[in-house]
């Protein structure tokens, strides 16, 4: 047993400059998707401008200018240079606004993927390897939750918790739970009879090693794709509970609650519900392009020669 297990562990390990072979054959892949590419590049600019937005923004997000109420932007008609995408019905810059609600949105999509991947992976790995009634019951839950349309039971999520920028995080985080839970139960279903998983349940490997290091691993790459879908589908809800007025609460410079708080202004002042909306859309768009990417360069059914 012992001959085995060495042999076992000897298999395991990563022989040298496979990993870098690995990213290179992985960005190959991605790069062929030049779509993907320009999404990357795109979300990539868009992660420096909500690092550095206090060194980017040129006014603070929640200064109120009341010289300069609804001014257009700087290229139209009584635009000023100092405001260069104008101000909002309180005088506030729309560009220090957007650039500072970038920090909100990457954060919302960031923390409710981290919270439906982890709730959704330990979920469904306990469905897929336990089979049984602990798998029926999950996947019921689950079930139930799809059921509903995801912006319906997100509002009325918050609406029993209260509104706020962390209640939202929390229901969109239980509506995209169930995504994670049925994608990672599938690919545990599949690994479980497997060769590898076999010897090591013979080894002595235990559930709980057999689940988080034997199995697990090999179910990454549909989990990294639906993270990233998952992300674009975070920032649309939590900017659509925003301009319903059940997320962030102003004067939090989110896009939803930017929208929200401009949409009686559309037709006199249309540029303080383009601006958050053209930026929801390129974030969108470019996250979704990454996965399309991602999505490429992990499956082998999908990889060109």
């Not at 868009?46 to 006014?59: C, D, N, Q, R, Y």
């Not at 920090?103 to 897929?128: N, Q, T």
Request: hydrophobic share 55%.
């Amino acid at each position: 047993m012992s001959d085995e297990a060495g042999a076992t562990a000897t298999a395991a390990e990563v022989p040298t400059g496979a990993r870098p072979r690995a990213l290179a054959e992985f960005w190959h892949y991605y790069s062929m998707n030049t779509g993907a590419v320009i999404g990357l590049f795109v979300f990539a600019a868009l992660v420096l401008v909500a690092v550095f937005a206090p060194l980017l923004a040129p006014h603070l997000p929640d200064v109120q200018y009341r010289d300069a109420l609804l001014v257009p932007p700087a290229w139209q008609e009584g635009g000023r240079a100092t405001f260069i995408l104008g101000t909002d019905p309180v005088g506030r810059d729309i560009l220090s606004r957007l650039i500072h609600g970038a920090r909100f949105s990457l954060f919302i999509g960031l923390v409710v993927v981290v919270l439906a991947l982890f709730s959704g992976i330990l979920l469904g790995l306990l469905a897929g390897y336990f089979r049984g009634w602990v798998d029926a019951a999950i996947m019921r839950v689950m079930d139930v939750i799809l059921s509903f349309p995801s912006l319906l039971l997100a509002l009325v999520l918050v609406a029993i918790l209260g509104p706020g920028l962390f209640n939202a995080m929390l229901a969109i985080a239980l509506v995209l739970q169930p995504h994670f839970a049925r994608l990672t139960r599938a690919a545990v279903m599949a690994e479980k009879s497997r060769e590898y998983v076999v010897a090591a349940r013979v080894a002595g490997a235990g559930p709980i090693r057999l689940m988080f290091r034997t199995i697990l691993p090999n179910c990454t790459a549909p989990l990294i794709v639906q993270a990233t879908l998952s992300f674009s589908n975070a920032i649309l809800e939590a900017a659509a509970l925003g301009f319903l007025g059940m997320g962030a609460q102003p004067p939090t410079p989110e896009w939803g609650t930017m929208l929200a708080s401009a949409r009686e202004f559309i037709l006199r002042a249309p540029w303080v519900v383009t601006f958050p909306g053209l930026a929801i859309l390129i974030t969108v768009l470019s996250i979704n392009l990454i996965g399309d990417g991602l999505r490429d360069a992990l499956d082998p059914k999908l990889k060109r020669s």
